[in-house]
């Protein structure tokens, strides 16, 4: 399965205010090499085992493969992860046919908050929030697997 999305920053606190869902994530990296990184996830009570492999040159696609795991099962492959536990809530904004998700981070990467929609297409049209900043689609340092080597606020 591959996945297309584009990344953006935030601007402000008013994608709240349009949010039918938040969930708080927990997510540690098993390896974050470029060409497959491997992500263990905590979303509400649910738990993921995740890979993705290498971007494309856009950085907009990418082949992914994801299975719902236990709970535990997640808890505790959490503690055999790399340092740099991501800590997060997502918020889910729909906008015209699609819903953006919208993460705020805290901890060591408090301060950054990041949207992300998914397209069908790369050329795909979509609604832009008033509340959406700059692409950053691309950029290494706004992966999550990133963002645990190197947090935002040692930036």
């Given at each position: ?57 856009s950085?907009t ?80 340092k ?14």
């Open positions: 399965m591959h996945e297309i999305e584009r990344k953006f920053l935030v601007n402000s606190d008013a994608f709240k205010l349009g949010a039918h869902t938040s969930t708080r994530i927990r997510q540690g990296y098993l390896s974050t090499d470029p060409a497959r990184t491997v992500r263990v996830r905590t979303r509400g009570k649910k738990a993921y085992l995740t890979i993705k492999g290498k971007s494309n040159v950085g696609t990418r082949v992914e493969v994801e299975e719902e795991i236990a709970f535990a099962k997640a808890e505790t492959l959490l503690t055999l992860c790399l340092p740099g536990i991501i800590d997060k809530t997502r918020y889910e904004v729909k906008a015209g046919k699609h819903v953006w998700e919208i993460d705020e981070f805290y901890g060591a990467n408090q301060g950054l908050t990041i949207a992300e929609i998914e397209l069908a297409t790369e050329e795909e049209d979509f609604i832009k929030p008033s509340w959406l900043g700059a692409e950053v689609t691309g950029e290494n706004y992966y999550n697997s990133q963002l645990s080597l190197k947090p935002f606020s040692l930036w």
